[in-house]
């Protein structure tokens, strides 16, 4: 069975400094890995994927993640946070590179960036 | 706003009432999600359409659930004689299906409270 895991359900960090979100997987299939991204009163947003193609893969507002099969790991990083990253973000794999039909979420990993 | 569409934002309603949630997808997708999402935890996949089939759904979605998409373009998720254990935010998504590019697009959620 496909799941996630993340390891810190809160992370704290000063503004300009780096973030690290970690994500360990477990899948039967090669997974198709995501980061999505909650703001308060604002839905879901995708961050980034991964689906079988480059290892480190970029995405919106600085974003960045790398799989590691090794690992089991698709860790979140960003060079230097900004206030407007706090929010909520999880980690999700699907079935298959093409199946969109159902995610996987982790329990998620509240950021707060302080001043 | 040409994104997903759910209504009412909130619902509070006592132990025992039906309620019924509302979502409109982006115009184009012609795949819709529903996901339950309860405090601290991670949205769960509750059931999904292709146009207006109907084609799965979670165990977590009990006989007292309904959800329907009569003409491939609303949903609505009906919860009947609700229970405190209901509460929650139910999420719809969206995707075109064709272009199978893994990115779910998300409402703002319907938060339930059942008294």
């Known amino acids: 069975a ?4 993340q390891l810190d ?7 300009g400094t780096p973030v690290l979100l970690r994500c360990n997987y477990s899948s039967s299939y090669s997974p ?10 604002k839905g879901l947003q995708l961050l980034l994927k991964y689906t079988s193609a480059a290892t480190l893969v970029k995405g919106i507002n600085g974003f960045e993640a790398e799989f590691k099969k090794s690992e089991t ?17 999880f980690c999700v794999v699907t079935l298959g590179s093409y199946n969109t039909d159902k995610l996987i979420f982790g329990t998620g990993t509240r950021l707060q960036v302080f001043p | ?9 909130h619902k509070i309603t006592k132990r025992g009432q039906n309620v019924t949630f509302r979502c409109d997808p982006i115009s184009e997708h012609n795949r819709l999600y529903w996901y339950r999402q309860t405090l601290g935890q991670g949205p769960e996949f509750l059931t999904y359409f292709q146009n207006e089939a109907q084609l799965e759904k979670s165990r977590l979605l009990s006989d007292r659930f309904s959800a329907e998409r009569p003409k491939g373009s609303f949903s609505t998720l009906e919860i009947q004689r609700t229970e405190q254990g209901d509460s929650a935010m139910y999420l719809c998504a969206s995707s075109h299906g064709l272009t199978n590019t893994g990115e779910l697009f998300f409402g703002e ?7």
């Open chain 1, 2 to 5: 496909q799941s996630v895991t």
């Open chain 1, 9 to 15: 359900s809160h992370v704290s960090v000063s503004e």
């Open chain 1, 32 to 41: 198709s890995l995501f980061w999505y991204v909650q703001h308060p009163n």
């Open chain 1, 73 to 89: 790991s698709f860790h979140l990083t960003k060079p230097s946070a900004h206030m407007s990253d706090a929010a909520e973000y």
């Open chain 2, 1 to 9: 706003d040409t994104g997903v569409s759910q209504n009412p934002r």
């Open chain 2, 109 to 115: 959620g319907s938060r339930l409270t059942v008294l």
